[in-house]
């Protein structure tokens, strides 16, 4: 096995054109366990947590650039206004696998757990990748996540990051597991509602092959909203039989497995009990004035 | 491959196969014993180090991703024979039993400490959420954590 210890993101993609079986290291913390137990002995690791370029977060033109080497502790400092990022960010492992976990870790892994992917899918966003041959190209993050543990980055591309248009209006990440540290999630909820476009949308995490959106449940409630005058007047409230067939239709955007963390059946109720709790928060903070 | 870091204040370095983790090569390689080897994926904190001042499972860094880095480590807290702070207060609280998981609760529990000296009972359960401790059911740790953040407030 050799390890190579690029500086800067030009001599990382290089040694990905000349090595392309080299496989990309950055927090370790999925990569380390399946080295460390044995299930993993690649001929070469390209190490990429001392290419700083990787580990930028940059807006501009109404986007936001997360570059893939940006940890969870620093979007947990750094990124207070993208709230939905930021819950799903401080939800990931314990303070040492924040400070070590990165973005471009869970994007690559593209395990259908990974936290920070249902928030990527609900911001529509784009995943960055770049190789030495053919430089930059950008993929919608569905296209991105083939299956499970599946992508379809190129053996010699590195993925720079992820890019996303700055959306406004309220949102949230929340997650269903056995306790508040250390779990990887049984059910995973993100929802945004994007106020200009006047769309709701709504992504699951760990209750499917890989990431899924809940597109009818999104068009329902996006219509209710609007038929209900809401959208123009955040006072008026939405009655309960419309907030219950929402959380049906999250609930039946989820194709979940029996495992050992949980049931199909129970993560199918967590996804319904995590839609009424996010439709609900997100309901709420719309009502409020704008000066809080 | 051949490994060199700054551990404690001292360069050191060893010749290591290239997949050793941060936690062996301080273990085998510089017999450095305090970080402990238990979980090896992340689950238990016991091998928490500071790698560039930030804290981390050492099991979970591969030692050449600390190459020519500053590390520290549970070892570099004391001074000598007399014990940190820290150390003291979790040997008067009762917080050590079989005291495996010990110096990685003490490293946890230091970070903590030196970012926020008087830590809300909610911060510090956050702060040693990726720590296990089998033994003690953790109250005697958290009373171990107010011990010592109130002595090193005072000693400030």
Redesign the interface.
Known sequence: MEVLLPESLDEALAIKADRQEAIPLAGGTDLMVDLNFGRLRPSAIVDLSRVSELAIIRQENGHVFLGAGVTYATIGREMPAFKPLLQAARSVGSPQIRNRGTVGGNLGTASPAGDALPVLAAYDADVILRSRARGERSLSWHAFITGPKKTAIAPDELIIGARWRRLRGPGSFSKIGTRNAMVISVAGLCLVVDEENGRVKVALGSVGPTILRATQAEEQISAALGTSGSWQDPAVSLPDPVIDEFAELVAGAAQPLDDVRGTAAYRRHGCRVLARRAISWALNERRLPAWL | ?VVRMRVNGDWREADV???T?LLMFLRDALGLYGSKNAC????C?SC?VWLDG????S????A??A?QREVRTIEGLTNGDRLHPIQGAFVEAGAVQCGFCTPGFVV?VA?LLNKDANPSPATVR??L???LCRCTGYQKILDAVNLAAARLRADA
């Open positions: 491959m196969w290239p997949g983790s090896e994926q992340g689950e904190g928490s930030a804290l981390a499972c099991c979970l860094v591969l050449a991703q190459h946890a970070d956050e702060a959420s990726g720590n």
